[in-house]
């Protein structure tokens, strides 16, 4: 975990680790885009432009879902509602839900091709390869910057966040952490005990030290997790794109497998249940997840029907529209 990667010299100005992979996905995705489009004849500048749209209106989307997802934390009786809506904006913090930013950026995108008279459903191809790299990349900046993370486990690469990490409050707030020093504990005016801020004990070093020493106990390094499935299922759709498939199957595939593979990874993720079946717990990306694989099966088997419809309407000799 690395918040802070490094400082501008002269200029004091932090670079975060959170940040500088977003703005790599955002890249990664764009260079992506314009390496193939010219394959399938859409002007590159098309997907550049749409990125920017996708862009604004995911990280809004992507916030969004985070807050209701975790309303609790931004609707803290002990902060002010000033500080509940600074804490629930402040996206430096980390905590973009991929499904959020995905469910309002795409019929968003989905409108300026229409606007753009861009052949819709192939451009949907393109653009899913695109955002399973900018996914992946996305996904290292959520384990630099500590959100995200899994559940506990106890395997030889489970990971252990430091001091003041979410995963580290999160841990002494359920009260799994008992062995944190009590110089490093202070008391809320509710009467809770809470960690004391880093920022606290600046020159002190005996308590530096100790913070220095402090490790979550260990969890599953979820986030890179979803890195090696996002740059493996980038992998697949190209690969299946190079057989020229009908426009629009890409997109449907990519639907399945992310929302296949979101919903289990999900099971080595720490996030509150929103739905219950029986005494099994569903967060809201498991239940978008499982949401999202259907529609990729049921856009799947819609265009198959549409294209044996199509072959029967042209072997009759009757002219069919292209979608």
């Given at each position: 975990m690395y918040q802070e990667l490094f400082t501008i010299p002269f200029l004091n100005i932090p670079i975060y680790g959170y940040g500088l992979m977003m703005v790599v996905a955002f890249l990664a995705?764009?260079?992506?885009?314009k390496w193939i489009a010219p394959k399938v004849g859409i002007d590159p500048e098309h997907f550049v432009n749409a990125a920017m749209i996708g862009l604004v209106a995911g990280i809004v989307g992507a916030r969004l879902s985070h807050v209701l997802e975790n309303l609790p934390l931004y609707t803290r009786s002990d902060l002010s509602i000033a500080q509940n809506i600074f804490n629930a904006i402040n996206i430096r913090s980390g905590g973009l839900t991929f499904y959020g930013g995905f469910l309002l950026a795409t019929p968003l995108c989905i409108v300026y091709a229409f606007r753009k008279k861009i052949p819709v459903l192939l451009g949907m191809d393109v653009v899913a390869i695109c955002l399973m790299?900018?996914?992946g990349f996305g996904r290292i900046g959520c384990f630099l910057n500590g959100c995200c993370y899994g559940a506990e486990c106890h395997l030889p690469w489970a990971v252990h966040f430091p001091?003041?990490?979410l995963p580290y409050q999160d841990q002494f707030a359920d009260g799994r952490l008992t062995d944190v020093p009590s110089?490093?504990?202070a008391v809320a005016p509710d009467g809770r005990y809470i960690l004391k801020s880093p920022a606290d004990f600046v020159g002190n070093p005996t308590l530096e030290t100790?913070?220095?020493q402090q490790r979550?106990?260990?969890l599953h390094p979820a986030q890179l997790y979803s890195t090696l499935t996002a740059f493996l299922i980038a992998g697949i759709l190209y690969a299946f794109?190079?057989?020229?498939p009908r426009t629009g199957l890409v997109f449907a595939l990519m639907l399945m497998i992310e929302g296949f593979s979101r919903f289990v990874l999900e099971m080595l993720r720490v996030e509150p249940a929103v739905v219950h079946i029986g005494p099994v717990g569903l967060s809201l990306s498991m239940v978008l997840g499982a949401g999202i694989c259907i529609v990729g099966v049921v856009f799947w088997v819609v265009l198959h029907v549409l294209r044996q419809r199509t072959t029967d309407v042209t072997s009759s000799g009757r002219v069919t529209p292209v979608l």
């Open positions: 995705a764009i260079q992506v885009a790299v900018a996914l001091y003041h990490s110089s490093l504990i100790q913070a220095d979550s106990l260990g794109f190079t057989t020229r």
